[in-house]
């Protein structure tokens, strides 16, 4: 117990310092180590398999509504990505350039990826001639660089994984109903693989992707009250095409400029997981994204038949989950913290007792609940109490969520409910005018999140200048 407690006294508490609380676990739980580059980090084999579990789940989805991974290259010549020009000015304080290669000064600047637009677009330029060359719904896994100032690991680093979706559509209603429809598949991932939920909306004109007519989000809430985008996707209408002069012969074999989106997610959703589930005691993982969902620990281990059986029960339990057996010599204290430590949602202690008994003890990570099982049901109990966890995950987030979003219909009511009761979503009202939107940031403190899917009318008014009301904006601090 000793060494139990000495693991947990090394994370501070989320209470005490909610900023060092998240530090410590993502190194405590060996996800990241930091580099000499600054602002770049190393994503150690366990945050890696986390990523891997999410990117496999995502693919998935991606392939079933029928798109194509491809590789785009890293570098972007300047006189590439300067040819949209509200793109590149939304990027240029965060791109990072190559002058030289290797002695040689490069006779021009090549861009190190923010984001592969640019180079999608002409790609469609030199393969789009027909109506019958479209869709075309491609996807890439890969890393891009942005020259943040302040970093964080996962929540924003100047290298980082993500997904890239890249569509172009024959009309405008194809490419929006692409845009939401992806927009529809990061938010049931959220729900179904993370036990996060979310808020799915439109970002303001202000607010919206550098070069696009319209993003989309959806936005989660922490622990601590502050809001994360969680995914965000795009639609282009045709202006990246004209500026690339993407044409395709329509099938009245006129010319027309095709329509396009983008959408991403990125491993800050390893950050998100961490601030949503996470506790003193150290992550807690959903099972569909863990590592490990399974860790058999042999109690006494030392006595004859107790190793044996614990192989056995291992070779049992991979046919229904990712299993690990901690056979090492460590004490079964340390052991117990390790996994609270790293999240691993069920544990299985098993000794020469149980064996007597021809049965196991397991312990739920996310309640620490213990259960005596026969070892004849363990195919048919892990399951349920893998999804029971899941359940219960997405349960507290959502109340918690529910309990830290507050409607109010003034600026001075915005300005009270977040000083009595701290960080959260702010429901209000806007008319539509970004001088209001500043406003409200500049008086309360809050940013818009987006403009949710689903409205309701808190007043007629906007919470900020009195005049009608357009729509219901979620607001609040973000990460």
């Not at 620990?297 to 990712?322: F, Y």
Request: charged share 30%.
């Amino acid at each position: 117990m000793a060494d139990t407690k000495k693991m947990v006294d090394e994370i501070t508490s989320m209470e005490e310092d909610f900023a060092q609380w998240y530090t410590d676990i993502v190194r405590k739980a060996e996800l990241i180590s930091y580099t000499s580059v600054k602002g770049c980090m190393v994503i150690r084999p366990y945050g890696y398999a986390i990523w891997e579990n999410m990117q496999k789940i995502l693919d998935t989805a991606f392939k079933k509504t029928g798109h194509e991974n491809v590789c785009m290259p890293m570098f972007i010549p300047e006189s590439l990505l300067q040819k949209e020009k509200d793109h590149v000015e939304g990027f240029a304080p965060e791109v990072a350039w190559i002058t030289h290669g290797g002695n040689e000064k490069l006779e021009e600047r090549l861009c190190v990826r923010p984001t592969s637009e640019t180079l999608f677009c002409e790609h469609y330029a030199n393969i789009i001639q027909s109506y019958r060359d479209l869709p075309k719904l491609y996807n890439q896994w890969v890393s891009v660089v942005r020259w943040e100032k302040t970093t964080r690991p996962f929540l924003r680093s100047r290298e980082f994984l993500w997904q890239e979706g890249h569509t172009i559509h024959a009309t405008a209603k194809e490419a929006i109903e692409e845009t939401e429809r992806m927009l529809h598949v990061y938010a049931d991932f959220c729900r179904d693989a993370l036990a996060i939920p979310v808020v799915e909306g439109r970002k303001t004109e202000s607010d919206k992707f550098a070069g696009a007519e319209a993003t989309y989000a959806i936005e989660a809430l922490m622990h601590d009250g502050k809001a994360l985008q969680a995914g965000t996707s795009h639609y282009f209408g045709d202006g990246f095409a004209r500026a690339f002069d993407i044409q395709f012969a329509d099938k009245e074999n006129k010319k027309a400029y095709p329509h396009q989106t983008s959408w991403g997610v990125t491993t800050r959703l390893i950050g998100a997981v961490i601030m949503t589930h996470g506790d003193n005691n150290g992550l807690v993982l959903p099972p569909a994204i863990a590592p490990v969902q399974v860790v058999i620990l042999p109690i006494a281990a030392h006595k004859p038949g107790v190793l044996e059986k614990a192989n056995e029960l291992k070779e049992k339990i991979a046919e229904i989950a990712r299993v690990k057996l901690d056979d090492s010599e460590q004490s079964a204290g340390w052991k117990f913290a390790e996994y609270e430590m790293k999240g691993v949602p069920l544990r299985l202690e098993i000794g020469p007792r149980d064996i007597e008994n021809n049965s196991c003890v397991l312990v739920r990570r996310d309640n620490r609940e213990k259960q005596v099982v026969s070892l004849d049901k363990l195919n048919e109990v892990i399951p349920q109490l893998l999804q029971e966890i899941h359940d219960s995950l997405y349960q507290k987030a959502l109340e918690n969520r529910a309990n830290r979003t507050y409607p109010c219909t003034s600026l001075e009511e915005i300005v009270q409910v977040l000083s009595e009761k701290g960080d959260g979503f702010i429901e209000a009202m806007w008319c539509g005018e970004e001088a209001c939107e500043d406003k409200v940031k500049e008086v309360t403190g809050v940013s818009s999140r987006c403009i949710p899917f689903e409205q309701k009318t808190l007043s007629d008014t906007c919470v900020c200048c009195g005049k009608p009301a357009k729509h219901l904006v979620y607001w609040g601090k973000a990460y």
